[in-house]
């Protein structure tokens, strides 16, 4: 797999050289995947407030709203959500000079700025830590064996010389971001390079212990009962393949008002009982049946969604879709777990 990535990336201009179109104020466009997880935001709104000072006319664009622990976010008052605010943001995109995309590695991600994107004529340069990056971008950078894409802007202020211009505020966007993809230092992406940069954040006056209350301990009392449901109702346990699955339908989401950021983190649950080492969690929402993967060990759930449900990510974390009916979706999964071998969990 790292032989096929490293060919991957080989039509990128290494995002050095696109140092050179920011050493005069320019327009700058940013935007991220739709809906936005930790890490899309806080690498998003540290390079928008960096680029701020760098005297950068900077628009910084989310295809769709914030989860509301995301929201305290220094910079998030200027942000954009494509959904509300599509005309300003396809005329931010038309006034723009150069493009940054963050934490996704094709243009799809975006759902809605897909098209603007491919048609768009402008640099485009790309920080993101996901394999198999698409052929779409002038510049950038990807190395999925990075923590984060947060880390990845913290290497690019570095790389650019302005360490010192980190203040507490893109200290903060950052660190939000490593925490978050992390699993707070706990999954194996946590490098020598993570702490380093999170000593680097505290010595500059980063808040963490606010920064972890503000995303873990802000929950609404409807949020924690929707946990309390869906741990004793919707999880279950298939021993044999060492597996998880959580699946909640339209109506199990309506019931508690279920709302962008609830279903966070549910994903990680049945990994924390003895002997799961693969978890999933199938999610109905609109027209859409969404699904989410994690594993311990070696089983790769980047492979594993991408050949069935049309998606992909990191060997231990990852993210599909379905195009069958939410019934359909559950029974194709479990029928596809019985032609594993169990052996391969």
Request: glycine share 6%.
């Amino acid at each position: 797999m790292h032989a096929l990535f490293a060919l991957t990336i080989t039509f990128m201009k290494p995002i050095k050289e696109a140092l050179s179109l920011l050493q005069s104020p320019r327009k700058i466009f940013i935007t991220t995947h739709h809906k936005p997880d930790g890490d899309a935001i806080g690498s998003m709104l540290g390079l928008a407030n960096y680029l701020t000072q760098k005297a950068h006319q900077v628009t910084a664009v989310a295809p769709s709203e914030l989860p509301d622990f995301l929201c305290w976010m220094p910079g998030v008052s200027e942000l954009l959500n494509y959904e509300a605010e599509s005309k300003l943001c396809d005329r931010a995109l038309a006034e723009a000079e150069i493009i940054f995309c963050v934490d996704f590695n094709d243009f799809s991600r975006t759902k809605h700025l897909t098209t603007q994107l491919e048609n768009s004529t402008l640099p485009k340069i790309l920080i993101d830590h996901h394999l198999l990056p698409k052929d779409v971008w002038d510049y950038g950078i990807s190395q999925p064996e990075k923590s984060s894409t947060c880390e990845m802007v913290y290497d690019f202020i570095n790389l650019s010389g302005d360490n010192e211009m980190i203040d507490t505020s893109i200290a903060a966007c950052l660190y939000a971001g490593v925490l978050t993809d992390t699993g707070s230092f706990r999954f194996p992406c946590t490098t020598a390079s993570t702490h380093l940069m999170c000593a680097d954040l505290l010595s500059k006056g980063l808040n963490h212990s606010q920064i972890h209350e503000q995303i873990f301990d802000s929950w609404s009392q409807k949020r924690m009962q929707f946990l309390g449901y869906v741990l004793l109702e919707k999880m279950q346990l298939i021993p044999d393949y060492h597996a998880g699955l959580i699946a909640l339908s339209r109506e199990d989401v309506k019931a508690f008002g279920v709302t962008t950021g609830d279903t966070e983190g549910l994903v990680n649950y049945p990994l924390s009982i003895q002997g799961i080492r693969f978890s999933t969690l199938i999610t109905e929402r609109g027209d859409e049946v969404r699904m989410s993967f994690r594993s311990k060990g070696n089983f790769d759930v980047s492979s594993f969604a991408r050949e069935y449900f049309n998606g992909g990510g990191h060997f231990n974390a990852a993210g599909g879709k379905s195009l069958l009916s939410f019934k359909e979706t559950i029974a194709r999964f479990n029928q596809i777990l019985s032609d594993i071998h169990p052996a391969n969990f």
